[in-house]
């Protein structure tokens, strides 16, 4: 069970917009900086997000992170078949002191 | 370039001990605010962390796992080793480490992860 809450998948059209919630609590989000990661299945986690909404280098401007409170949202925008993976929060938690991530969103391009 | 790989068993038994190494290059574990995280998923389970060392030897431990794991590293080799001692079946996942930026709290590059399966 995960600290931090997704939902378990999301779709949407190529070139449509789909969004996806991260929620926790003021020992995670609330007090720390959020990070987005996409899985393509069978290979490595890949950073998407860094300080809640900023991008590495190579990451296009269709994906966006934003935060509020104790809660994040990763956007995607222009939706490509190539963005079918699983995403994930995750965020450094102070009462266990310990990083906790979230449950996972599978995002499917109909 | 930053590059990250583990290494280690592919099958372990009950009980026994699992020693993993990661194998950096790029970064160095000498400098502030480096680190390097192992995390670890499950098949078809959501990512699991288990711990991390600093660059100054800080180390930090999952919970519930805290008393079979400990993490060191060798700093001249670029490595990060892993042990979690009273290996089960539930344990059986892909373990991945990954370079902590301790400044932006973030894990910025990944290993390509190596499996591990627990059978007798």
């Known amino acids: 069970q995960s600290v931090l809450t997704q939902p378990p998948s999301v779709s949407a059209a190529p070139g449509q917009k789909v969004t996806i919630s991260c929620s926790g609590s003021t020992s995670n989000i609330g007090n720390y900086y959020v990070s987005w990661y996409q899985q393509v299945p069978g290979a490595a986690p890949k950073l998407l997000i860094y300080?809640?909404?900023k991008r590495p280098p190579g990451i296009p401007d269709r994906f966006s992170g934003s935060k509020s409170g104790t809660s994040a949202t990763l956007g995607i925008t222009g939706l490509q078949t190539g963005d079918e993976a699983d995403y994930y929060c995750g965020a450094w938690d102070r009462s266990l002191s310990a990083e906790v991530f979230g449950s996972g969103t599978k995002v499917t391009v109909l | 370039q930053i590059t990250l790989k583990e290494s280690g068993p592919t099958l372990v038994n009950p009980t026994q001990t699992l020693t993993l190494t990661c194998t950096f290059s790029g970064f160095s574990l000498s400098t502030n605010p480096m680190g390097v995280g192992w995390i670890r998923q499950p098949p078809g389970k959501a990512l699991e962390w288990l711990a991390l060392i600093y660059w100054d030897d800080d180390k930090r431990y999952r919970p519930s796992l805290k008393s079979r794991l400990t993490i060191t590293k060798d700093t001249p080799k670029n490595q990060v080793v892993l042990t979690m001692t009273n290996m089960d079946p539930v344990d059986t996942a892909t373990y991945f480490c990954?370079?902590?930026?301790?400044?932006?709290?973030?894990?910025?590059?990944w290993g390509p992860g190596t499996p591990v399966t627990v059978s007798s």
């Open positions: 300080e809640n909404d």
């Open positions: 990954a370079r902590r930026d301790g400044a932006l709290l973030t894990y910025d590059s």
